[in-house]
């Protein structure tokens, strides 16, 4: 194979030739542009005989996915630093909250209540009553960011990855709430035997606790709590497959169309003069079972809700 001298060689037959000579294999990837094509091939070249053979193969769109795939990983890392800054910030955060913060509001409520006993003589009734106020308002406070200290900090709370006997755990729940029901005068029934599953015991402790407490609290006044709770197997649906544990009530309920926002941090939907808490109960609920790969629904028609917990087999 000699050179024509009024051909301009590429580096293709460049490869031919040391090919030829040589005898070794080639293959590599070349980018060819011109007005009616932009792409990439793959050429694998050998020798054959006095000669070469060659293949050549279309990888344009191989090559397209990998730059693409390239710059979603490079877009990835700077969202995982980005994130990596956030939790560094949250970490933070918590910290004070969890320490300085908390300990100023209760600091914060200790002086007040040494204003109203040794100074009593000289405050008014007025003065007093709104001296009180502002320590009711600090004592939410101070709950309200243990809440949300105790939600960011859920992943964390519980490492025990096991196998746990939802039934045990449900008992012994009970068992710890039983002074609580016995005052609400609740009545509670259950069918189905709860499933063990691979989980965080502490954590589906707090699932279950979240979701009977409300039952007890959500109520019309004088009316006395009926719970009922109950285990199967969903058999069809989305969630066919999974164990399906239903915590039914015959509370005040809610409206279907706010089911989803009953889920979020801090919502509230009735009175928080009437019924206390921070709303951050649900939520809860919703990471716990997302921390499961499981997921939780609420139903409702006004009278009464049922909240059902699903769980991988």
Known sequence: MKNNPGVVHTGIFNSFVE??????????????????????????????????????????????????????????????????SLNSELTTFNNIAANDYRETLQSLYMYLEFIIKTDAP????????????????????????EDIVSFSRIPAMDSNLTSVDLEELLNALLSDMAQKISEKEAIITRSGILPAITGYPLLLSLLFYHLIDNALKFLPKGKNPEIKISSSVCSEGACKGMYEICIEDNGIGFDQNQAENLFAIFFRLHDKSIYKGSGIGLAVCKKIMDLHNGHIVAISDGNGAIFKCYFPV
């Open 19 to 84: 090919v030829t000579e040589t005898g070794i294999p080639q293959q590599y990837e070349k980018h060819y542009v011109n007005e009616q094509f932009d792409g990439w091939f793959y050429q694998s070249v050998v020798k054959l005989n006095d000669g070469v053979a060659t293949s050549t193969s279309d990888i344009t769109a191989r090559k397209l996915a990998d730059d693409r795939i390239n710059a979603l990983n490079k877009e990835l890392g700077q969202k995982n630093r980005e994130l990596e």
């Open 122 to 145: 000289n405050i008014s009734n007025a003065g007093k009553a709104n001296i009180r106020k502002a320590q009711g308002a600090i004592q939410k406070l101070k709950l309200l960011t």
